[in-house]
């Protein structure tokens, strides 16, 4: 089975920090491209970051400069580290695992149950 189990989450203050983690078990963890989306209350589910299977990165445009995601395959584990945290970055996060489709396999997306990030003074 493949899991997902994303940890790290909790309440900080404005400006804090936070370093969330996923665990992933049951794959290849280095052939796929992972990702952490987050959803607010009331809003989609949006990307935040992303880093392939091959350590290329993305950010969407309001945590540029303030997040950083990585990824340690010998450990199967993806990091977000969640610097100057605002309001507005509260919400669920969660660990995506994709991999896209092949000669022998569909696309493929595992999903982690999600950590709870709460700024707030």
């Known amino acids: 089975q493949v899991q997902l189990v994303e940890s790290g989450g909790g309440l900080v203050q404005p400006g804090g920090s936070l370093r969330l983690s996923c665990a992933v078990s049951?794959?290849?963890?280095?052939?796929?491209?992972m990702g952490w989306y987050r959803q607010a209350p009331g809003q989609q589910r949006i990307l935040v970051a992303r880093?392939?299977?091959?350590?290329?990165?993305d950010y969407t445009d309001s945590v540029k400069g303030r997040f950083t995601i990585s990824r340690d395959n010998a450990r199967k584990t993806m990091y977000l580290q969640m610097n100057s945290l605002n309001p507005e970055d509260t919400a669920v996060y969660y660990c995506?695992?994709?991999?896209?489709?092949?000669?022998?396999?569909?696309?493929?997306?595992?999903w982690g149950q999600g950590t709870q990030v709460t700024v707030s003074s």
């Open positions: 995506n695992a994709h991999r896209g489709a092949s000669s022998w396999n569909g696309p493929t997306d595992y």
């Open positions: 049951g794959t290849i963890f280095s052939t796929y491209d």
């Open positions: 880093v392939t299977s091959n350590g290329i990165t």
